[in-house]
T-cell receptor, first 111, second 113 residues
Framework: GQSLEQPSEVTAVEGAIVQINCTYQ??????LSWYQQHDGGAPTFLSY????GLEETGRFSSFLSRSDSYGYLLLQELQMKDSASYFC????????????FGPGTRLSVLP | NAGVTQTPKFQVLKTGQSMTLQCAQD?????MSWYRQDPGMGLRLIHY???????DQGEVPNGYNVSRSTTEDFPLRLLSAAPSQTSVYFC????????????FGSGTRLTVV
């Protein structure tokens, strides 16, 4: 099967850097995605990593280590609007190579 | 482009009733999926489709049926609603390959009493 672990909550101040970790177990691995979801809204896609290393997209970066079954989302220059839940999702061999989501991490950005 | 459109946005059902949640996308995406979201449990995959005429079960398929007669539409049917099916339901679609990023609909908030 597939399972993922994330911290349930993270708190940081405006302008700071925060890292949200994700560890996964999966039968076969194709990639790891990250999504952002504001309260009452729909998840929005942030990034996808299939290979080891760091991918940068503006203030957000995502890292993957396949040997450690581990990834993280790095948010820099935090803004109040970054307060949201963040989900990692793993793409494995199950469910037609579809994505299984983690439980989510709630990020609170304080002024 | 409207993206992924879900209807209705809110629904209250009585136990035992049946209903269909509608989902349509206008991006010509082959992959479509239904997820349910419950507090503290992330999103769980109910059913998915890799193209018109092809559907399969996800992590939590019991009590739900799907069909995919066209590329655009992927309705989810609740056969006999139960309180355990109270949840927020999201439909999502993505293209084959690329960055594998899903586009989600705005969700249907379902309460079964």
């Amino acid at each position: 099967g597939q399972s993922l672990e994330q911290p349930s909550e993270v708190t940081a101040v405006e302008g700071a850097i925060v890292q949200i970790n994700c560890t996964y177990q999966t039968s076969g691995f194709y990639g790891l995605s990250w999504y952002q979801q504001h309260d009452g809204g729909a998840p929005t896609f942030l990034s996808y990593n299939a290979l080891d290393g760091l991918e940068e997209t503006g203030r957000f970066s995502s890292f993957l280590s396949r040997s450690d079954s581990y990834g993280y989302l790095l948010l820099q220059e935090l803004q109040m609007k970054d307060s949201a839940s963040y989900f990692c999702a793993v793409r494995g061999v199950n469910y037609g190579q579809n994505f299984v989501f983690g439980p989510g991490t709630r990020l609170s950005v304080l002024p | 482009n409207a993206g992924v459109t879900q209807t209705p946005k809110f629904q209250v059902l009585k136990t035992g009733q049946s209903m269909t949640l509608q989902c349509a996308q206008d991006m010509n995406h082959e992959y479509m999926s239904w997820y349910r979201q419950d507090p503290g449990m992330g999103l769980r995959l109910i059913h998915y489709s890799v193209g018109a005429g092809i559907t399969d079960q996800g992590e939590v398929p019991n009590g739900y049926n799907v069909s995919r007669s066209t590329t655009e539409d992927f309705p989810l049917r609740l056969l006999s609603a139960a309180p355990s099916q109270t949840s927020v339901y999201f439909c999502a679609s993505r293209e084959t390959g690329g960055n594998y990023g899903y586009t989600f609909g705005s969700g249907t908030r379902l309460t079964v009493v």
